[in-house]
């Protein structure tokens, strides 16, 4: 009753470059996770407010429930958006001259170069979390934001174009801790930026007066 109950994707992605299967099995478990229980504190959530009221004497178990919405929710979402950016196979390394998204980074970045060393370094950022490039919709700028766990930073609106994960569990089984930048750059080199493009052009397919 009440909230959706969200169904776990399966994600056809495999024999990546420098990400192992052995990883993504594990990622997808991980992420199977998240869709789980988010479903169950919906369900919880429904429980405490069935009869269209919040007791006083439910009111913290409620709030920590609540509270614990956005992480499982920006769990599930964040890691659909991940597995959706990566190709089978592997991809191509950086856009091509001509592509929408280099456009757009070079109108927000003056270049592709300096759009991809914000978006590397907040991935080597110290901590877990994601790298995100979000295409602001309003006026089609992009920007790139470090999230702390999975929804400390999120800017409400914003379109999520590119997405990484940079726990330690999205790389842990194929390089040290310390080797983070070597999975960033493994990264790179299987983003799907056919995915990428569509999700820019999804926007541009419903455009905002000015
Ligand atoms: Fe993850």
Redesign the pocket.
């Known amino acids: 009753m009440g909230s959706k109950e969200y169904q776990a994707r399966q994600f056809n992605l495999s024999n990546l470059k420098g990400i192992s299967d052995e990883t993504l099995e594990m990622?997808f478990k991980?992420y199977e996770g998240y869709v789980k229980e988010t479903n169950k504190l919906n369900e919880k959530i429904a429980e405490f407010i069935k009869d269209a009221k919040v007791d006083q004497d439910e009111f913290a178990e409620y709030s920590e429930l609540s509270r614990r919405l956005g992480f499982e929710y920006n769990g599930m979402v964040l890691?659909e958006y991940y597995f959706d950016n990566l190709k089978t196979g592997g991809g191509t390394g950086d856009p091509t001259t001509s592509s929408t998204f280099r456009k757009a980074a070079e109108q927000s970045f003056n270049s592709y170069e300096i759009w991809k060393a914000d978006f590397v370094g907040i991935g080597k950022m110290r901590g877990v979390g994601w790298a995100i490039c979000y295409e602001n919709p309003s006026n089609g700028a992009l920007s790139n934001h470090w999230i702390s766990l999975h929804e400390t930073g999120n800017v409400a609106g914003f379109n999520p174009v590119l997405v990484m994960?940079v726990?330690e569990?999205?790389y842990i089984l194929d390089y040290k801790p310390a080797d983070r930048p070597k999975y960033i750059e493994a990264f790179f080199s299987n983003i799907d930026w056919a995915e990428v493009e569509r999700r820019l052009q999804k926007q541009k397919a419903q455009p905002k007066a000015a």
């Open positions: 990622h991980l890691h994960d726990w569990h999205a």
